[in-house]
Nanobody, 118 residues
């Protein structure tokens, strides 16, 4: 059973930084991709950053240059370093991981709240 647990969210002023962590219950090198999503109240859940098993990264335009996705295989943990935070970064942030079983099977964490005050 794959479990993903996010941590590191909180309240921060605009311009500040936070680092989110996503701890997995299994070896993360078993995932073909890992990603961070976010969902603001009343809005859909959107992809923020993605990291493939090959090390390729993809970022939403709104966070390019400010957010960095990374992982530590030894700790089975993925990170999202968020710098220069803005009020519109406020959302619940979710960890996502996918394994290939002929198709991509996705797993989700329960989310961690990030609130940026202006």
């Amino acid at each position: 059973q794959v479990q993903l647990v996010e941590s590191g969210g909180g309240l921060v002023q605009a311009g500040g930084s936070l680092r989110l962590s996503c701890a997995a219950s299994v070896m993360i090198d078993s995932f073909v991709q890992m990603a961070w999503y976010r969902q603001a109240p009343g809005k859909q859940r959107d992809s923020v950053a993605m990291l493939t098993s090959g090390g390729t990264t993809h970022y939403a335009d709104s966070v390019k240059g400010r957010f960095t996705i990374s992982r530590d295989n030894a700790k089975n943990t993925m990170y999202l370093q968020m710098n220069s935070l803005k009020a519109n970064d406020t959302a619940a942030y979710y960890c996502n991981a996918a394994v290939s079983v002929g198709f991509l099977k996705h797993y989700w964490g329960e989310g961690t709240q990030v609130t940026v005050t202006s």
